[in-house]
């Protein structure tokens, strides 16, 4: 039934007219009866972003607004231009990039929708709660009580909320169960705010259906059924303004006519009366009937048109600064891939025209020019080195970190039930980053329990700050009454005051005690303070109050007639009243803030400011009374303005305050109350921790100068070393102000030469005329260099307004984080960039509103200084790491450019390089969630160590540098060992492009797995799992790819049985440890430098750390190493003050140390469900039979009859080890030992392995060089002066036949590989491997040829099979003869080929009788025989492309015959394969193959080399710890000329010893 935002207007029965909506009620027009109310807006609530129809285009839009995933896709259609036109060459298929992004935003997507589900789930079950909806018969019959679901409810229903339920849409009351129609409503839903509302329904409509009848039997009902009865004698419309946002607003008028009853049948009708309807005549929807046995109201707004719809927005979306910083990397890093691209475009064209003139190739033409259009291959070629992993890395990392948040039990208040929150997933990480903490104080850093302290009557002060909670200036007062008469007056007065005016509601609890329901924690504190020096608020009935003054025989009753009400504002930041007290006597009783009121009094009393000024200094909250007795003309003048304002529809609250302005004048001022505030339990250390790690602190505040000085002082933002500035101004001092800012700067500028801390302090109104002469940046140049701000008597929009000049002023611009606790601190808390709210007395608006919500203020340092700093070390790391790893994939790939004909092949096959950021993605997300380089403990007892986060020392341009250099040095290590490794794979027959490539890819995974763990500080099983699990991937995905043959038909054909060469290599074994053990010493080498001299805090602390008998991390329950403990569940901790009485709480419920009091800022009746405080005369007021629904009808709506008990602790987090990071774990802290063993041992095994291959190997070779330039020697033979030097084919390409004569000068044991080189041969060119067809060698015979290049011949005849691998076949033969026997060796050409090669290649049915084809036998005749065709182990093993272009393949084998040292053989060569202007040579190679591998003894020296560098560095490691060493634990120092050697070592292990910048750009 959802609808679309927005109203739908209509003239059926409810009509919206312009900006006043009409409402029909009464006999005949209730818009439930009728057909036309479903034109307005239907009660659904839809707060779910997605639907099944929407979901995925507009979540496909949403993650193409993410930097990465848009470069993705617009790669990904790039290459779809060069793979489907000929605008380009694309060597990359688009379809395996594609897919990578397709897995990577259907992961966020996943997450998106789970997250989605979780709302469609919750508007499910809000839609579908249950509410008691009258239905008035239009005919004229008896109302029924209708059963029906919220999402039924439309406007002009009439309904019945029962207490504890919530208001199904926005209500006008027209009835309630308590005296007067009045009703407690809890509006904690909708504004946080947990003291309760009243609320009153129009006494027309109350008197109307409460009131019965004089005669009949409607009377003797109970006093809903009577209600309900009388429905059908009212009429009229309910006028109310237009739908609008605030919740603390409305404007209505009701026009109604009521019949009275005079029996069965007749009916007088009254004359039509009007009344206006205010905030307190609309209940809100999401708010609470609490307190009241039921409320019988009209329904006025449904849906997106309540208050509560309305009022929820989403926070402002906040991009986090390391997001930014990615995003600034991302356009270094696509600068970085167009350069890379640049070079290989300019080595393309220069040598286009050398790779243009070879036959056995076809560059191709493209749309574009060459220069542009290899640009772009190349660009599409290295889009890998944007990491297309990262943001769904980030996200779940992000999602894991807001979870541990959410579950830190260190962080969970038990008292509130309160766990901490995070309500945004994506800024965790800024936690570590914050560099201005801008705070409330009332609420944050004090408690918001207020206590009237002290108070200034006549001169004099009554009361005192120290000793028990509680005003304690009672008997002073008693005795200044009896001892002078003209104090006795003003006493009186004062304590007429604080006992009339205010909005307190009188209530009992269920023993019948009297207590109090407050707005506002200061206007509690004051009544109760009252009631203790015997003024006692009673009742409030009506209008009427009732006030019980004295005590004992003295006892009195006051009654005051309320006459009007002037409330309090911010813009106002006073209240009045005017009452009328039982003597006739009309008085105007006004208290406010001191600089308002001072303003409007008559005189003011020597003593006022300057007891003011003494209180402000013990950090009270002060606030003036006045009064004034209002003359007989004055007040009707008054009050006809008031009745005027008050009926008016447009700009009330405006008339109302000039009304009220009008009369609160000439004040006479009776006294000044001070109020305490205390400081939060862990305030001071919480502050002192936040300043030692560089924080600077501003504290915006409301209060005046002198309160907030010193609730700096006792909160530790300000200290007696510093040096405070002090900036004050007046109206229109705007000039004066900057001027004397400006002079500030020198003063700030001495004391920080001298070694001081400097703070400010400066009034709103400064701050006011500093904007309005544009001296704001004057302002903040001063502000910013001030490591404590304190701004007093400011507004929320001035709040806002100090965290936006530090966002946008301060450069770089730095991470700044908000904190408060109420609906005032919710304008700065969405400006800053970390909004922090604090769960506290004013209500949850503020965590509703923010980032992170905490139970206390003390909290915040370890969601600062443990899970921020955690949270960013974490984010940086997989951050870089993924740079790195796309790094070094792609200057691999770059290096290969120029070993493949510079055409942009590249190095790895497509899907197995799009394998690379899925199959390495789980490791480092094991980093990014669990990895701690220091404990909670360690950081919180260092704070100084959360430096390195606000200065974005892990992640910057810097640390890209040097993490882009060391993919440098890592790509050339494995570049290195490719080379040296690529001739043992040429003689396991395993060089092929893609089995090659397939193993250096997966060296490649191992060394990626590795860097994972060199990163990983803290290990748990949880981390193992996490490498075991690539790896595992990676095997999967090979067993997947390469060994099921329809899916590799599909995607690579020459995948298949991959693995099983690449495994049968031994070489690649050995790979498998040398490239993971190079970077190990390369990484541990550089490490262990960092670390010896220029050590950091973390460093030092995980030194210390590691010194401790247990090297093991456990996280107990006192490690928390501060005020961010909680206690066990069944050790409530104590509170500062509750303002309950112990004696009526549950004892198993109640903290033993909660003060006693009657002020509640719970809902006054006590448990749930307990209905009975606010009495009504009519004792049947409570009965709600009428509306109980059955067992059935429950069942129908989906409520559950079971209800279970309630948790003590429902909100408490899972205390398992996983959610609170104390998984068993183990630290890996790196040392010289560790260095020195590990470079050692893996440098030994290193040269062992070069001694092995050079034992075992045992290989041997001969080398003969027949055709080609730049001739060398033979190796292993001795060519007879006779014999033939060169075997060219001529130019017209006829055989030519060479016989070289030579003695072999090495014994070779059968069996003997003979294999033939072409060197260079570029069968790794782009077009030389896109240039077959795989269904014509399965054969297949397609109508036309489906091969790019080489379809015909010159005949017209078609080539089969096509392309440039079947037509290029080496075509050489030879043979040899021993000259002593004069016999031809057999050559064996069995096995030269992969045999599952072979079995998948088919000629075509008909062959060779098909017409109009030219076979490979015709074409290569010497070596196709005609039967086996394309079966045929000589093409099989020629068409599966070399790695490399030297071209080294299996031409026989000679199985039985052994090669003497000193035989002579004759080696027969008919060369017919041309070379012709290709600048390549030909050779035949002669090779035996030991255990390891062939002849080469390249990798051996590559061994050799190797671990003699592992060696260099631990005797580089042992030298520095024999002449230089560090002591452990300590940074290095600067000694003087007469330190002694132990100077430093005085056993001191203070981390300020060291004298290199904290965590400094190393």
């Known amino acids: 039934r959802a609808t679309k935002l927005g109203a739908m207007v209509g003239r059926a029965e409810g009509t919206t007219n312009g900006t006043i909506r009409e409402i029909p009620l009464g006999a005949g027009h209730g818009v439930a009866a009728s057909e036309g109310h479903h034109s307005l807006v239907s009660n659904v609530i839809v707060t779910s972003k997605y639907t099944a129809w929407n979901f995925l285009p507009k979540n496909i839009w949403e993650q193409l607004h993410k930097a990465a995933n848009l470069y993705f896709f617009t790669i990904s259609i790039v290459m779809a231009l060069g793979n489907l036109t000929p605008l380009f060459h694309g060597t990359i298929n688009f379809a395996s990039t594609f897919a990578t992004l397709v897995i990577m935003m259907a992961f966020s997507s996943l997450i998106a929708g789970l997250d989605d589900r979780a709302r469609h789930r919750a508007d499910a079950q809000t839609n579908s709660q249950p509410a008691c909806r009258i239905s008035v018969d239009a005919s004229g019959g008896a109302p029924k009580v209708e059963r029906t679901e919220w999402s039924d409810v439309r406007v ?46 129009a006494q027309l409509t109350q008197h109307a259906l409460c009131g019965g009848a004089k005669e009949g039997a409607v009377d003797a009902l109970p006093l809903l059924d009577r209600a309900v009865a009388n429905l059908t004698s009212v009429s009229g419309v309910v006028s109310a303004e237009a739908p609008q946002k605030s919740i603390h607003n409305f404007k209505g008028t009701l026009c109604a006519r009521v019949r009275e009853v005079g029996g069965a049948s007749s009916n007088t009708a009254s004359e039509e009366t009007a009344v206006s309807l205010g905030p307190q005549q609309l209940l809100l929807r999401g708010t609470t009937l609490r307190n009241t046995a039921w409320c019988l109201g009209i329904v006025v707004y449904t849906g997106h048109e309540t208050r509560m719809a309305m009022n929820s927005r989403s926070a402002p979306s906040k991009i986090a600064n390391i997001e930014r910083t990615i995003n600034r990397v991302m356009m270094v890093v696509i600068g970085a891939q167009a350069a890379m691209a640049l070079v290989c475009d300019i080595a393309f064209n220069l040598t286009l025209d050398n790779f243009s003139k070879l036959w056995y190739l076809s560059v191709g033409t493209t749309l574009l020019p060459n220069w542009i259009s290899s640009w772009l291959t190349f660009f599409v070629l290295f889009s890998n080195l944007m990491p297309i992993s990262l943001y769904a890395t980030m996200e779940v990392c992000n999602f894991a970190q807001a979870y541990f948040i959410q579950s830190d039990l260190e962080m969970y208040d ?104 407050a707005e506002s924690p200061d206007e509690g504190a004051l009544v109760e303070a009252a009631a203790d020096v015997e003024w006692r608020f009673l009742s409030r009935k009506g209008q009427t109050m009732t006030i019980e003054v004295g005590s004992g025989a003295a006892k009195r009753s006051e009654t005051y007639s309320i006459l009007a009400l002037n409330a309090f504002t911010s813009a ?75 009926t008016t529809l447009t700009g009330r609250e405006e008339a109302l305050a000039a009304v009220a302005e009008s009369i609160e004048k000439d004040l006479d001022i009776l ?83 001298e070694g001081k801390t400097v703070a400010l302090m400066i009034t709103g109104q400064a701050i006011e005329e500093l904007t309005n002469c544009g001296a704001e940046l004057d302002f903040l140049h001063l502000a910013s260099r001030c490591s404590v701000v304190i701004a007093c008597r400011v507004s929320p929009s001035q709040k806002a307004q100090m965290v936006r000049l530090v966002r946008e002023g301060v450069k770089p611009t730095p991470v700044t984080l908000a904190v408060g606790d109420g609906a005032n601190d919710v304008p700065m808390i969405q400006e800053a960039q970390v909004g922090v709210g604090i769960s506290g007395r004013e209500g949850k608006q503020a965590v509703n509103s923010a980032d992170f919500g905490i139970g206390q203020f003390r909290y915040l340092q370890r969601l600062l200084l443990v899970h921020g700093r955690w949270n960013y070390r974490r984010v940086a790391k997989f951050t870089l790491y993924s740079f790195w ?30 394998s690379y950021n899925v199959v390495l993605a789980v490791p480092i997300i094991c980093v990014g969630v669990f990895d701690r380089d220091v404990s909670d403990k360690d950081a919180l007892e260092h704070p100084e160590l959360y430096d390195t986060g606000r200065r974005g020392l892990d992640l910057n341009a810097m640390k890209l540098i040097e993490t882009l250099l060391s993919a440098v040095v890592h790509s050339v290590v494995l570049v290195i060992m490719m080379g040296y490794a690529l001739p043992h794979f040429v003689a396991r027959g395993a060089a092929d492009y893609y089995t090659f490539s397939t193993a250096v890819f997966t060296w490649l995974v191992i060394t990626m797995n590795y860097r994972v763990a060199f990163l990983t500080t803290t290990w748990n099983r949880l981390s193992l799992v996490g490498l075991a699990f690539s790896f595992a991937l990676y095997i999967l995905f090979l067993g997947c790819y390469c060994f099921i043959q329809w899916q590799v038909r599909v995607f690579s054909p020459w995948m298949y049985w991959v693995p099983v060469h690449m495994l049968s290599t031994p070489v690649f074994w050995v790979g498998c440890f040398v490239a993971p053990a190079l970077a190990t010493v390369i990484d541990i080498f550089k490490a262990y430098l960092l670390l010896e001299f220029v050590p950091d805090r973390r460093d030092l602390i995980l030194e210390r750390a590691g010194d401790k008998s247990e ?37 198993s419920a109640q903290p033993p140390c909660e003060p006693a009091s009657s002020f509640v800022f719970d809902h006054p009746e006590g448990p749930s469900r307990r209905v009975g405080s606010l009495q009504a005369a009519d004792p049947t007021a409570g009965d709600t039979s009428c509306t109980d629904w059955s067992q059935a009808q429950m069942r129908s709506l989906g409520q559950d009859l079971e209800g279970e008990q309630p948790e003590r602790y429902p909100k408490r987090p899972n205390a398992s080890a996983f959610s609170q990071q104390t998984l068993p774990s183990w630290q890996f802290v790196l040392s010289w030992r560790i260095t020195f063993a590990l470079t050692a041992v893996l440098g030994s095994i290193l040269l062992l392995l070069a001694g092995l291959f050079w034992i075992v190997s045992g290989g041997k070779e001969i080398k003969l060089q027949y055709d080609g330039t730049q001739f060398f020697e033979p190796e292993g033979l001795e060519l007879d002066q ?34 033939f080189v072409v060197d260079p041969f570029y069968q790794n060119h782009a077009s030389f491997l896109e240039s077959f067809d795989w269904q014509e060698l399965q054969g297949t015979v397609a109508e036309k040829s489906p091969c790019k290049f080489m379809n015909e011949d010159s005949s017209g005849a078609r080539l089969f099979p096509c392309g440039l691998q079947a037509t290029s076949l080496f075509n050489d033969t030879f043979s040899i003869v021993d000259d002593f026997t004069d016999e031809e060796l057999l050559l064996s050409k069995q096995g030269i080929a992969w045999e599952t090669d072979v079995k998948r290649f088919h000629n075509p049915e008909g062959y060779p009788g098909l017409p109009g084809m030219n076979w490979l036998f015709q074409r290569f005749p010497s070596i196709i025989p005609e039967e086996l065709g394309v079966q045929t182990e000589a093409f099989a093993a020629w068409v599966r492309p070399s790695f490399s272009p030297i071209v080294q393949k299996a031409y026989a084998v000679i199985l039985d015959h052994d090669l003497q040292e000193g035989q002579t053989i004759f080696i027969n060569v008919n060369a017919s394969f041309p070379i012709t202007n290709t600048d390549a040579r030909k050779m035949l190679v002669l090779a035996t193959t030991g255990p390891l591998g062939g ?34 634990g300590e940074g290095r120092r600067r000694r003087s000329a007469d330190d002694d050697d132990d100077s430093g070592g005085s056993g001191s292990s203070e981390i300020e010893d060291t004298d290199v910048e904290p965590d400094s750009d190393r």
């Open 1495 to 1528: 002849p080469s003894d390249g990798f051996e020296r590559f061994l050799l080399g190797a671990g003699s560098v592992c060696w260099a560095a631990a005797l580089v490691v042992a030298a520095i710890q024999c002449s230089c060493s560090r002591k452990r």
């Open 671 to 753: 006294g000044v109350t001070a109020i305490e505030d205390k400081l939060q339990v862990g305030v001071q250390d919480t502050i002192e921790r936040l300043r030692a790690a560089g924080i600077k602190l501003w504290v915006l505040t409301g209060d005046k100068l002198e309160t907030a000085r010193n609730i700096g002082f006792s909160a530790r933002v300000l200290s007696s070393e510093m040096e405070i500035l002090m900036l004050e101004a007046e109206h229109g001092e705007g000039q004066a102000v900057a001027t004397r800012a400006l002079q500030m700067g020198a003063r700030l500028h001495q004391a920080v030469n």
């Open 1111 to 1147: 090297r093991q991390l456990q996280d107990d329950d006192d490690s928390s190493g501060g005020y961010g403990g909680a206690l066990d569940e069944h050790v409530p901790r104590p509170t500062a003050q509750a303002w309950q009485t112990v004696s009526d709480l549950d004892d």
């Open 572 to 646: 106002r930041k006073r209240q009045s009243v005017v009452a009328q007290r039982a003597s006739g006597e009309r008085v105007l009783l006004v208290k406010g803030a001191d600089n308002v009121m001072i303003d409007r009094a008559a005189s003011v009393h020597a003593s006022v400011n300057e007891h003011l000024t003494a209180f402000a200094e013990q950090g009270l909250r002060t606030l003036v009374l006045g009064r004034r007795t209002l003359p007989d003309a004055e007040f009707a003048r008054f009050l006809e303005a008031y009745t005027r304002a008050q």
């Open 414 to 517: 038990a008292d509130e039930d309160c766990p901490a929150k995070a309500r945004t997933t994506n800024l965790g990480h800024e936690l570590g980053q914050v560099s201005y903490i801008f705070s409330d104080k009332t609420g944050t850093l004090t408690q918001n329990v207020m206590e009237l302290k002290q108070v200034s009557i006549t001169g004099s002060i009554f009361g005192s700050v120290k000793g028990p909670r509680g005003f304690r200036g009672g008997p002073e007062l008693a005795e200044a009454v009896a001892s002078d008469p003209a104090a006795a007056a003003a006493i009186e007065g004062f304590l007429e005051v604080l006992a009339v005016s205010h909005t307190v509601v009188a209530t009992t609890d269920q023993n019948g005690r009297l207590r109090y329901e």
């Open 156 to 201: 002009g229903d009439f309904l019945v909320v029962k207490s504890e339920e919530d208001f199904p849409a926005d209500l006008v009351p027209l009835a309630c169960s308590g005296d007067e129609g009045g009703c407690y409503v809890s509006t904690a839903n909708l504004d946080g705010e947990t003291n309760l509302k009243i609320k009153t329904a």
């Open 885 to 914: 790893k796309n790094a070094v994939l792609v200057l691999l790939m770059f290096y290969y450019v120029f070993i493949s004909g510079n055409v942009g092949t590249s190095l790895f096959e497509n899907w197995v390089r799009a």
């Open 1282 to 1315: 006779s014999s033939a030097k060169n075997c060219t084919v001529t130019e017209g390409g006829t055989t030519n036949s060479c016989t070289f004569k030579a003695r072999v000068t090495q014994h070779m044991k059968a069996p003997i590989r003979v294999d």
